[in-house]
């Protein structure tokens, strides 16, 4: 199996760091919020500005891009560059807090605006919305200290990830059809609806290791202080994306305003606030994913 090299300015982050289950509730819960036959076609931008509100779906479970305070309210430098860019544009946001994989059909049906996930933008997902990109992450692993898990050598391995990403849907299953052609054990792939079960399933011995996306890894690894580690290098890089509907006129609002951000440099110290400077962009693009 082959898998992408990461950006010399991805590696040199993680060269810094390095210094220095299935769950059935979710997907019963993600069809509960599906949108019905009732849901309504997306806004048009003059109907958002006219209302002077932007109905944003978000995850709380991610962290450092999406999570909560201890009021429950949605926080982390990926909501509070949406809520940047809703002022932006003279809009209030409305926020809702949703499971991952709800978000999308909840766009498609037009009952919310934007969505806010650490969505990779792909091809696929491009057939049903359209992304407005604001950063590059790649793929990183955790594990415990002196465990010398290897990404590339996981071969029978259990390894944690949080439910319906890529990591779950993409890699851990080619890493596993991989093992399997090759006459060795299977990956074991435990797929958890938050990260914080994710990350917990290798602290506590329950997975080997755990795979997500760069700035949650090394989030983890920073806030676990001597728990975790980095195990091997970064691989797949892909640019996020806040998914709006598609074809919507929304999306040149959004990338207008984000590029206005970035050229005053607002958007950077939102990154910085979560520390994740080192997948900043200098460019506001919509679907820029090509694989």
């Given at each position: 199996?082959?898998?992408?090299?990461?950006?010399?300015?991805?590696?040199?982050?993680?060269?810094?760091?390095?210094?220095?289950?299935?769950?059935?509730?979710?997907?019963?819960?993600?069809?509960?919020?599906?949108?019905?036959?009732?849901?309504?076609?997306?806004?048009?931008?003059?109907?958002?500005?006219?209302s002077g509100v932007l109905k944003v779906g978000t995850i709380v479970d991610y962290p450092p891009n999406e999570f909560k305070t201890d009021d429950g309210e949605p926080t982390g430098w990926a909501v509070d560059l949406v809520a940047a860019i809703a002022d932006e544009l003279g809009l209030e946001v409305e926020w809702e807090v949703l499971q991952f994989d709800s978000i999308l059909p909840r766009i498609e049906g037009?009952?919310?605006?934007?969505?806010?996930?650490?969505?990779?933008?792909?091809?696929?997902?491009?057939?049903?919305?359209?992304?407005?990109?604001?950063?590059?992450?790649?793929?990183?692993w955790a594990a415990r200290p002196g465990s010398d898990v290897d990404p590339d050598a996981a071969c029978g391995l259990t390894i944690a990830v949080m439910a319906t990403g890529t990591q779950h849907l993409i890699e851990l299953p080619e890493r596993d059809a991989a093992c399997q052609e090759a006459g060795?054990?299977?990956?074991?792939?435990?797929?958890?609806?938050?990260?914080?079960?994710?990350?917990?399933?290798?602290?506590?011995?329950?997975?080997?290791?755990f795979s997500a996306d760069s700035p949650v890894t090394i989030d983890a690894v920073n806030q676990l202080d001597g728990e975790l580690e980095v195990a091997g290098d970064l691989f797949d890089t892909v640019p996020y994306g806040f998914?709006?509907?598609?074809?919507?006129?929304?999306?040149?609002?959004?990338?207008?305003?984000?590029?206005?951000?970035?050229?005053?440099?607002?958007?950077?110290?939102?990154?910085?606030?979560?520390?994740?400077?080192?997948?900043?962009?200098?460019?506001?693009t919509i679907n820029a994913g090509t694989e």
């Open positions: 199996m082959k898998l992408r090299s990461a950006a010399p300015a991805f590696l040199a982050a993680v060269a810094l760091l390095l210094t220095g289950c299935v769950n059935n509730e979710a997907s019963e819960q993600a069809a509960a919020e599906a949108p019905t036959e009732g849901s309504s076609e997306a806004r048009t931008w003059s109907e958002i500005e006219e037009g009952t919310i605006d934007v969505g806010v996930g650490s969505f990779g933008d792909t091809l696929e997902r491009q057939e049903a919305v359209d992304f407005v990109n604001y950063y590059e992450a790649g793929t990183l060795e054990p299977g990956i074991e792939i435990e797929p958890y609806t938050g990260q914080p079960e994710v990350t917990n399933a290798v602290v506590l011995g329950k997975a080997d290791a998914p709006v509907a598609k074809g919507s006129d929304l999306s040149p609002q959004l990338a207008e305003a984000l590029q206005r951000l970035i050229d005053d440099g607002s958007y950077l110290e939102i990154l910085e606030s979560g520390k994740s400077e080192y997948g900043a962009i200098e460019t506001a």
